[in-house]
């Protein structure tokens, strides 16, 4: 039953965009057709994983086979998907936040001329990362991975008459590219040396073919030792596989199109750019874990590259004026915890994270939707403040959001960041360790700042009226911020022994990840809780006793206790300013030169050079036909000459 | 016995000349003559070596010859006289309309 | 013997030929070709071939120089060369690369053919015989010769059309070869 039933989770959606592309014409029934097929999806994912779990651990992985996509030579590739545990909680974050963010979108993209559009977009996206997630293979996977980018970046560009929005589109779509390039030899990669792509084994045409995961200690685990190639392979494919997450998830060095991406709706900043898209690259991360637990190399390079994104992005989250940007640069650090899990092997505490960061983030991002909605568009964290009385349910559920995200007990963000940290502490990353607890402490300032800037204090610019957002949008935040309230409870540590519902999410994935729970650590937990109130208190204290001062063109109130280095947060140290110099710059001047000079000259003067020389060859030659057959006989002797003189002098 | 070497100097010796008269006579009447030279020029180039080698081919191939330059002759000079009555002139020079 | 006449015939032969091109008359040049068939044809009999020497003498020496200074004393085109050349600067050109292949071509026959006296003795004997000829005419090459029964046939037709008189003419153009018949028949 698992094997159609499952098929219908990513078609639900695709059969709404078909209909929202060809058939619906109006806003109404379009964003209810949208909203109804993403929640049929959701229940389904919902029975889908109840019946999953009814099934024995050992065969908790339905594969599913459409028909053979590839097949030329000894590459059989299966339009197939599967369903097992990692997928099911994919699935129905996939599935359940973007519900909800369908449902909000009717209010929220109220009014707009192309709302239809919006909604076959989003219909399109979740069909996409819904492909995305339940691949059983890397090439479906990567037709999902594009076509949410693809998605992204027509949704990013949604409101194409901003010429902002369009150069963040497309920007986005080019910093993508890079990741794929990798992600594509990772692919051939994994091809030239498993000989499939499939994550694990499975039936074609009465074929078996065998699951490169599943040929992993074939490949590997034999042969470790003096022979280097088997790790060699390892570290190659998986660090190809990185470069792509670093693209999708926004890592260093290739975050810099995430921040520019919040020009399109918000709803889609929720949707895409924080609960899922994004997580896609920690999703297939964790998907190919013994690729990268086969290569110490790899690992290293995943670990400091999540613990650096994570801290920078966190201090460029504390400098943003914009609303939006705030919870893009904190996405990119959350983002920047995720990586930093998979890179210590906690696969397990990255899927939390991105599950419960996912529902935070998601309502965090609504909530400033919300915010801009009934502040009329207003996205400057400078004219807002004060909003609490104007918006009392946005006001609560981003405070609970904002409490999440900082890590206070016993919402969700809690139990998943301090899950890392956990594990950062028991296998020994200190550095790390205290790099990421020093982000976790930032996370709270910046959120404390938040909250102060918008909700405390006085309206600082009144032209506008600020008023709670409708019934739509609403209902979803509240469920939302239950949420994440309780999410955190799927996978809490064993505080006490006995205690019967300690790492459910964990024993859940562990027939995938191959995972065994994590010990519960009472000092760092107390230290991480303790840091995320106070400084949570200090920037809200801070913002909140200063908001006179915030004023637009004015300077931050903590620019006089950092100085300069405010700037370089301000400008997430200059990222993509060194993009700018040295690559997008050199490329235009080389392109400028390229159009005025070598085309000009070189093209059309070649193309132009061709054309005079065959008129004034064609004036010359026409001379040669002068009408004297004398003249001809005399040509023709000359070759007869020719030849005879051939014969005589060349060959004996 | 005359060395067949002899023979086929001699042709070659007429053949040059009939292509020089080709080349330099305007008269279309004498440069029919020279291709007629010509065309002499190799029989007895066939018929030396005929001789040479105690075969009786290139006599045929001769016979051939002279059989085909006859047509050749009478077609030639009826088309001479064609162009003769329409440009009133023999001179291959005069036959120059079709040019670049 | 057989040298001494070679010798006369083939110095016969080359000043007819020159004499042939060098001539200024038409009328001249054909005399000139008539002699060196004639020597052609000596030199024919020399080689053995007596059928050969006949029709030389008949079709060629007969039959074809004779319908040449027909058309030359037709055509009145005996002195078409006093006008100036168009193309003068070809003379030169025309007359070094005549030579120029006369000593190629002669190199490439003193290369290519044998010095030693040729075969003789009783193969001689029996060797170029007209029945032999005719015998190989029509078994071996039995085809080509009806093929050029049929070249002849085609030849006579081709010239009967081409000659043929103001059909496929314009009418102006019928009413001056009219024009030309009758001054032609006045001046008979």
New interface residues.
Partial sequence: MLTWLIWFIPLLPFVGFLLNLFVIRQERQAGMLASATVVASFVLALVATVLLAGLPEAERRVQSMAWEWIATGSLSVPFAIMFDPLTAVMVLLVTGVGALIHIYSIGYMHGDPRVVRYFAYLNLFVTMMLFLVMANNLLLLFLGWEGVGLCSFLLIGFWFERKEAAAAAVKAFVVNRIGDAAFILAMLAVFSNFGTLNFYGMEINGRWVPGFLERMPEIFGLRFGPDWQPIAIATGISFLLLIGATGKSAQLPLFVWLPDAMAGPTPVSALIHAATMVTAGVYMMARTEQLFAASPATQSWVVWIGTFTAFIAATAAIAQWDIKRVLAYSTVSQLGFMVAACGMGAYAAAIFHLLTHGIFKALLFLGSGSVIHGTHETQDMRKMGGLRTAMPTTFWTYMVGAAALAGVVPLAGFWSKDEILAHAAAYGYWPQLAILFLTSLLTAFYMGRQVALIFYGEQRDNHYHPHESGQTMRVPLIILAIGAIVAGFMNIPTLFSGMPAAHLLTDWLQPVLHEEAGKFNLVVAILATAGAVGMGYLGWWAYTSNAAKVKVGGLDPAYRYTGDIWDGMQEAWYVDLAYNRMVVAPFRSFSATLANVFDKQGIDGMVNGVGRVFTWAATEVRMLQNGYVRTYALVFTMGAVLVLSFMLFVTR | MVPTAYYILLSAALFAIGVLGVLVRRNALVVFMSVELMLNAANLAFVAFARERLSVDGQVLVFFVITVAAAEVAVGLALLVAIFRSKRTADVDEVSVLKG | M??LI?IIT?AI??IG??A??VARN?IH??LF?LL??GA?AV??L????P??FA??LT??AG??MV??LF??M??G?ER??D?P???AW??P???G??????L?????????????????GE??AT??DPA??AA??FTH?LL??QI?GI??L???I??VV??QRGRHRSEE?GRE?AR?RRREDARR
């Fill in positions: 057989d040298t070679f083939a032969a080359l030929a020159v042939m091109v038409a040049s054909a070709l060196n068939f052609v030199l024919f020399l080689l053995y071939s059928f050969l029709i030389q079709v060629y039959a074809i319908l040449f058309v030359v037709l055509l085109a078409i060369e006008a050349d168009q193309i070809q003379r050109l025309g007359i690369l005549g030579v120029v292949l006369m190629v071509a002669m190199a490439t026959a003193l290369r290519a053919s044998a010095f030693a006296p040729p075969p003789g193969a001689l060797f170029g032999a000829l190989l005419l090459y080509p010769f050029t070249i002849l085609v030849a006579v081709g010239v081409l000659n153009a070869d030309t």
